[in-house]
């Protein structure tokens, strides 16, 4: 009796334990993470240029789409709780611009307070035409099969002879 309570109480403390370790927070680090020695924030402009950033930094996470002279370094921490939408934490985006000579110019920091929600549109463009039925479509070519195909006169592309051609 007393070693099928025990069972019990294990059973069941077990069962507890899985189910609390289900509500503890994921964290995860995505994109660029800095090294306690080379951090994008003590990069000097006038006296690095692209090749030091470069060696420093390594690659950056994205160029600008238009200035290309920018370089961006990207990094999130994103916590997931069970099932529910991950929710980012903390957000860091060093912005580094060159001048024509590769030297850099200007460091800017962003966080997570300087992003914006942007609200997509989800219209559609119409296009030019009609649109067919699902019997139009199955029917629609009834009647419109190509003659050359039922009298073996098959023309081949590149003019060569093969199967069906007739040579």
């Known amino acids: 009796m007393a070693s099928a309570l025990i069972k019990t109480v294990a059973a069941a403390a077990l069962i507890m334990g899985f189910g609390l370790s289900a509500c503890n927070p994921t964290l995860r680090t995505h994109g660029y993470v800095p090294t306690e020695k080379d951090k994008p924030q003590e990069i000097e ?7 030091t950033v470069l060696a420093r930094l390594g690659n ?17 921490v994103r916590q997931r709780l069970a099932y529910l939408r991950p929710i980012t934490e903390e957000r860091q985006i060093t912005a580094v ?18 992003g914006r929600i942007v609200n997509f549109v989800g219209r559609e463009t119409p296009t030019r035409g009609r649109e067919l039925s699902v019997l139009e479509q199955i029917f629609g070519t009834i009647g419109r ?3 050359d195909s039922l009298t073996g006169n098959r ?11 007739g040579r």
């Open 155 to 165: 023309q081949t592309p590149g003019g060569g002879g093969g199967p069906g051609s």
């Open 97 to 114: 611009v060159f001048n024509d000579d590769g030297q850099v110019q200007a460091v800017a920091e962003y966080g997570l307070e300087d």
């Open 45 to 51: 402009p006038g006296a690095d240029t692209k090749a």
């Open 145 to 147: 099969l190509p003659t």
């Open 60 to 76: 950056p996470s994205t160029t600008g789409t238009f200035e290309q002279e920018t370089w961006y370094y990207m990094s999130s």
